[in-house]
């Protein structure tokens, strides 16, 4: 049996115990290896394209250059390589703000270590992740949202399209939501392909902008 290979992971943080402690941590998953480290971000975008990493993590507060400014940076030059920022900052504004720059991932320093390796893993295959440190809110709201008619640019939604799309926005799988939604995981594909394709959306990433611009990610 040919085993799988393990994602090559960057990490990218100006306090080397935590360098330290995020290597270890990601080094004692079977499925991941750290293959690169620096201390601040004009390092990062010096050795990010070199290493091509599969995912970079990566601190917002860094010297010479923010981790925001890299990611944007990285999504310019190293458009498949993911990103995970940690932080201190248990703020949505801070999460939007990322994610218009380019990061997939927004993990809290106080998070339990699980969480970052599930975030790493969920940007890996295409997702994004919000700690639940932030609030935001996953299944609430889900079933009532109404669909999409006639709003500017966005084609006609029927409703199990809009509830798609609300799901993978809110990063569920395809398998979590199929069984939320009662139907197969094939099912749920069409409508998110259908869906995307109505509104323009070309990634996932695009699709969460979108569902923050329509609020669907309030969990008020």
Not at 43 to 68: H, Q, T
Request: aromatic share 4%; net charge positive; proline share 4%.
């Amino acid at each position: 049996m040919t085993r799988s290979r393990r994602l090559r992971i960057f990490l990218a943080d100006d306090h080397a115990l935590v360098r330290a402690g995020l290597k270890a941590l990601i080094n004692a998953d079977p499925g991941m290896e750290v293959v690169g480290e620096v201390g601040d971000g004009q390092e990062a975008l010096e050795e990010v394209p070199r290493l091509a990493p599969d995912v970079v993590v990566l601190d917002i507060s860094m010297p010479r250059l923010s981790g925001a400014r890299v990611a944007e940076e990285l999504g310019k030059r190293c458009p498949h390589v993911k990103v995970v920022t940690l932080t201190v900052h248990a703020d949505r504004a801070y999460w939007q703000h990322l994610l218009k720059s380019g990061a997939a991932g927004y993990v809290l320093k106080r998070s339990a270590a699980d969480t970052l390796i599930h975030a790493i893993r969920t940007v890996a295959e295409g997702g994004v992740y919000a700690d639940p440190g932030l609030g935001v809110g996953v299944l609430g709201g889900l079933m009532e949202e109404p669909a999409l008619k006639g709003a500017p640019g966005t084609g006609d939604l029927s409703r199990r399209e809009t509830e798609a799309i609300q799901g993978i926005a809110r990063g569920l799988t395809n398998k979590e939501l199929a069984g939320l939604l009662g139907v197969s995981v094939k099912t749920v594909e069409k409508h998110k392909a259908r869906a995307l394709e109505k509104l323009g959306l070309r990634s996932r990433v695009d699709l969460v902008k979108y569902a923050l611009a329509r609020g669907w990610l309030d969990p008020s």
